[in-house]
């Protein structure tokens, strides 16, 4: 007690008056801040509304112009799991239309994580955007659009539905045809109805006449068309024509094919001519962003779209007059478009990408006629999903940061932005900043990752986080898509923990350009990611300060196949893991999105696929294992935990288990998400933190 020797009642004293170390925060208060989706932008008036998840307890949310001041619209109470979406404002911006509960799978069953006897329904509504009045039922369905008169259509077991927006009259098909309608698309006036037809092997665009109750389908070929695009004045539609014949092998590397090209077809005539083609080779096969539609036209007769033609993905332009060698790059330089929005004026674009920060998120804006691209946002935050009010007047969008979660902020005049909701209480100044990191993977390919580490200089236990995807980029902080924003508050929470926590950005992610999202042997393919393995498993056993005896994995879906395979190849360099609904048999899981898949049919590539398996490898698998799966996952088949689970009774590897019925891959239920977290982080605290040194 240096400088206290004198008076030593007065130093007990100053001692005492010292506030008390503060607890680490709990997995709850991590989780507690509400998460905020679907922005959507009124067509006039100026406003703004959004999807508000409150710890599992879903709204709409409406700031209106002129002082943008927040409020819920609706009044839902419970953590049922059902789900908000599709946000759809009328012309005159007093109603929003939305969709409430999620999508049927094959077997044509609505998820029911509450496992409510009386079952579960999707379904279309309507609600006052001023609030103050309950919703009304359009009916079930989903994916809803509304015409300037007021007439909403949606689809109803691939069928198109339609009704009075406001719900003053009962809905009703609006007409009948073979294969399963999506996209729908009003005309500027309203009077017709453009849509994609999927017929399984090839699509159509086509538009339904309300006057003549006709449906005409536009240059109908052997290819797969989508993406229906309105030009401003409704005589005519752009579209996506993608080739047929494409290898889509899933979960493999696709680098290049036939090239796709955008149409447009005359609505009196029906007739189609190509207005752009991509060019072989790199960005020959079409990768999407994040955007109402991928075709934009804008007011100055250009059409709008991505491409990877440089390997990365880029907004381009392109003339409709049909000159196919016009296309003019927009965005440029080593970076990925995300999220795109079109103003209302349709003369804007405002996106969001990672350049010049990689592993964040940004919000730029640039002419839709070409010019120079200015930045929105700058800085150590994160931003996305930008909107621009009618009158051109604010931009919304969501932010967070490395310690603040994600909410909806707004900017006015393009000035300093401000929230429009806040996280009171959330226990910001208890997280740790996680810094960015470059490993050697185990071939020499260099990851990129973000390491969560509280001061210390101890030796401590390690674990290695995997995304899911695998066409996902984690951020250095919290996530725009709630699934990755949960698993950020957990690698904080382990690190709150005394764990060093490595998130890993593994080959065939999104955020760095073409030939590293399409990386060679990737998945199926080969399981190229198990280099990355080894190597974030290689660097945490290097550093200073952490235990190399207590090294583990932790990850869901396409995270849970590396969590698997880690373990089933490498038991000797991590000690233990959690597997979320991962993984463990491609060929099982390829037919799950590819049903026509059969394994008989080139056994060399089978093989392949299940030798880059983590039950290809099972036999040298020791390390103890924590599986979770909900048996309603669309996704990730509960079968492959099932199969894991008898493989590894065989070996006499110890697994526990953790199995939720009728929750499906993203966990509806807040409250499961919390049960996932804390049967992980006593699963993990017992094999490494507390084992056995």
């Given at each position: 007690m240096r400088g206290c020797s004198a008076v030593l009642v007065g130093c007990a004293a100053a001692f005492a008056q010292q506030p008390a170390p503060k607890a680490p925060p709990t997995i709850d208060q991590l989780m507690s801040a509400p998460f905020p989706t679907a922005l959507a932008a009124a067509p006039s008036g100026g406003h703004f509304a959004w999807v508000q998840n409150a710890a599992g307890v879903r709204n709409i949310w409406v700031a209106a112009a002129p002082d943008y001041t927040a409020k819920a619209i609706t009044t839902y109470k419970s953590d049922d799991g059902q789900?908000?979406?599709?946000?759809?404002?009328?012309?005159?911006?007093?109603?929003?239309?939305?969709?409430?509960?999620?999508?049927?799978?094959?077997?044509?069953?609505?998820?029911?994580?509450?496992?409510?006897?009386?079952?579960?329904?999707?379904?279309?509504w309507s609600v006052a955007a001023a609030g103050g009045a309950e919703p009304k039922r359009l009916g079930e369905g989903n994916a809803p659009e509304v015409s300037k008169t007021?007439?909403?259509?949606?689809?109803?077991?691939?069928?198109?539905?339609?009704?009075?927006?406001?719900?003053?009259?009962?809905?009703?098909?609006?007409?009948?045809?073979?294969?399963?309608?999506?996209?729908?698309?009003?005309?500027?006036?309203?009077?017709?109805?453009?849509?994609?037809?999927?017929?399984?092997?090839?699509?159509?665009?086509?538009?339904?006449?309300?006057?003549?109750?006709?449906?005409?389908?536009?240059?109908?070929?052997?290819?797969?068309?989508?993406?229906?695009?309105?030009?401003?004045?409704?005589?005519?539609?752009?579209?996506?024509?993608?080739?047929?014949?494409?290898?889509?092998?899933?979960?493999?590397?696709?680098r290049t094919g036939d090239p796709w090209s955008i149409w447009i077809a005359d609505i009196a005539t029906g007739e189609a001519r190509r207005a752009f083609a991509a060019e072989p080779g790199r960005g020959s096969v079409f990768r999407a962003v994040n955007a109402p539609n991928q075709v934009l036209w804008t007011a100055g007769g250009q059409l709008i779209f991505p491409w990877e033609r440089d390997g990365w993905l880029h907004l381009y332009s392109a003339p409709t007059t049909?000159?196919?060698?016009?296309?003019?790059?927009?965005?440029?330089?080593?970076?990925?478009?995300?999220?795109?929005?079109?103003?209302?004026?349709?003369?804007?674009?405002?996106?969001?990408?990672?350049?010049?920060?990689?592993?964040?998120?940004?919000?730029?804006?640039?002419?839709?006629?070409?010019?120079?691209?200015?930045?929105?946002?700058?800085?150590?935050?994160?931003?996305?999903?930008?909107?621009?009010s009618s009158d051109g007047k604010a931009v919304a969008f969501f932010r967070s940061d490395a310690r603040t979660p994600a909410r909806a902020a707004i900017m006015a005049a393009?000035?300093?932005?401000?929230?429009?909701?806040?996280?009171?209480g959330f226990p910001a100044d208890?997280?740790?900043?996680?810094?960015?990191?470059?490993?050697?993977?185990?071939?020499?390919?260099?990851?990129?990752?973000?390491?969560?580490?509280?001061?210390?200089?101890?030796?401590?236990?390690?674990?290695?986080?995997?995304?899911?995807?695998?066409?996902?980029?984690?951020?250095?902080?919290?996530?725009?898509?709630?699934?990755?924003?949960?698993?950020?508050?957990?690698?904080?929470?382990?690190?709150?923990?005394?764990?060093?926590?490595?998130?890993?950005?593994?080959?065939?992610?999104?955020?760095?350009?073409?030939?590293?999202?399409?990386?060679?042997?990737?998945?199926?393919?080969?399981?190229a990611e198990f280099n990355d393995v080894m190597g974030a498993g290689l660097?945490?056993?290097?550093?200073?300060?952490?235990?190399?005896?207590?090294?583990?994995?932790?990850?869901?879906?396409?995270?849970?196949?590396?969590?698997?395979?880690?373990?089933?190849?490498?038991?000797?360099?991590?000690?233990?893991?959690?597997?979320?609904?991962?993984?463990?048999?491609?060929?099982?899981?390829?037919r799950?999105?590819?049903?026509?898949?059969?394994?008989?049919?080139?056994?060399?590539?089978?093989?392949i696929a299940f030798d880059a398996s983590p039950l290809g490898s099972v036999k040298t698998w020791k390390s103890p294992v924590l599986l979770i799966h909900g048996d309603d996952d669309r996704n990730v088949p509960f079968g492959e935990s099932v199969l894991l689970a008898a493989a590894l009774r065989r070996q006499g590897v110890e697994f526990e288990q953790l199995v939720f019925p009728d929750e499906v891959h993203g966990f509806l239920r807040h409250s499961r998400w919390l049960e996932v977290f804390r049967a992980a982080g006593d699963f993990l605290n017992r094999r490494l933190k507390n084992a056995k040194k």
């Open positions: 789900e908000i979406a599709s946000l759809t404002w009328t012309a005159d911006g007093t109603t929003l239309l939305y969709v409430r509960g999620g999508a049927a799978n094959r077997a044509g069953e609505i998820p029911n994580p509450m496992s409510d006897a009386d079952g579960a329904e999707q379904a279309v007021g007439r909403a259509a949606w689809i109803y077991k691939g069928q198109v539905w339609s009704g009075p927006a406001d719900g003053s009259a009962k809905a009703g098909p609006l007409f009948k045809m073979r294969g399963t309608a999506s996209a729908l698309r009003w005309s500027p006036e309203g009077t017709h109805l453009a849509l994609v037809s999927d017929r399984g092997t090839h699509s159509y665009v086509g538009v339904y006449d309300t006057v003549a109750k006709s449906v005409r389908f536009l240059a109908p070929s052997l290819d797969s068309e989508s993406e229906p695009a309105w030009s401003p004045d409704g005589k005519q539609i752009a579209f996506l024509r993608l080739p047929a014949g494409l290898d889509r092998a899933l979960f493999g590397p696709i049909g000159n196919t060698a016009g296309a003019r790059l927009l965005t440029f330089g080593e970076f990925e478009v995300e999220d795109v929005a079109l103003t209302a004026d349709r003369r804007e674009l405002l996106f969001s990408s990672n350049s010049d920060d990689i592993d964040r998120r940004h919000l730029f804006r640039v002419p839709a006629a070409g010019g120079a691209v200015s930045p929105i946002t700058s800085g150590k935050g994160i931003e996305w999903s930008p909107a621009m393009f000035g300093t932005p401000r929230d429009l909701t806040d996280v009171a208890a997280l740790v900043e996680p810094q960015p990191v470059t490993f050697s993977a185990a071939d020499g390919m260099k990851i990129r990752g973000q390491l969560f580490a509280a001061p210390g200089a101890e030796k401590r236990p390690a674990v290695v986080f995997f995304h899911g995807g695998s066409r996902r980029q984690m951020l250095l902080g919290w996530h725009y898509l709630s699934y990755y924003h949960a698993t950020y508050a957990m690698n904080q929470w382990l690190a709150a923990q005394g764990y060093i926590v490595l998130s890993v950005n593994y080959r065939s992610g999104t955020g760095y350009g073409l030939e590293f999202r399409e990386a060679l042997q990737f998945g199926a393919a080969g399981a660097y945490l056993q290097s550093r200073a300060d952490v235990d190399a005896a207590r090294i583990g994995l932790w990850g869901g879906s396409y995270g849970g196949y590396l969590t698997a395979l880690g373990l089933a190849r490498a038991s000797d360099l991590f000690a233990a893991g959690v597997d979320v609904h991962g993984v463990h048999d491609w060929n099982n899981v390829i799950n999105f590819q049903p026509s898949y059969n394994p008989l049919a080139d056994p060399a590539a089978a093989k």
